[in-house]
């Protein structure tokens, strides 16, 4: 996946962060950005055992545009993280939810992604050979270019763990 350059995060500072979304039983904006931000510090199961209560709170601010985005962005960084596990079941189970939370022109970015994420599904399934090409040359046109190296990131890191 694309390479992170920040210094590592300890344990004891994930600890903090899980510790403090555990005390919270109402998520707002901050938290959901926070976990949405944060999710590939937490391993699979502890994403796993949450994602259903961290949709729950999602739904709680349907409609109001800053939350959709952030979880479109927070499906994204699930797809992502699932693809680098080689959880493919997982990806098939996320990718109806991201095409669903997309369907609004406002969030076309979301929609680029969930194409380009189906695409690689399909691929890295073995169902045809693999071209990121038509969503990142979209993003660069529309001027996303540190999107469009990230879809390349993701693309490469993909297509060299199935091959």
């Known amino acids: 996946m694309p390479e992170i350059t920040l210094d590592k995060v300890t344990k004891k500072e994930i600890e903090i962060i899980v510790d403090y979304l555990s005390t919270i039983e109402d ?65 098939l189970e996320l990718l109806p939810i991201l095409y669903d939370e997309t369907t609004d022109s406002d969030y076309l970015k979301g929609r680029i992604y969930w194409k ?24 660069r046109l ?3 270019e540190e999107e469009a190296e990230n879809l390349v990131a993701i693309e490469t890191s993909v297509l060299h763990k199935i091959n």
């Open 27 to 91: 998520w707002g904006y901050f938290e959901l950005a926070a976990y949405t931000n944060c999710l590939g510090f937490f391993d699979a199961d502890y994403r796993n055992f949450q994602y259903n209560d961290v949709i729950r709170q999602f739904r709680k601010f349907k409609g109001l545009p800053k939350y959709q985005h952030t979880l479109i962005k927070f499906l994204a960084n699930s797809i992502i993280l699932e693809f680098d596990e080689a959880n493919y079941e997982r990806v």
């Open 116 to 139: 380009f994420f189906m695409r690689l599904y399909q691929s890295a399934i073995g169902n045809f050979e693999f071209d990121g090409s038509i969503a990142i040359e979209t993003l």
């Open 142 to 144: 529309l001027g996303y």
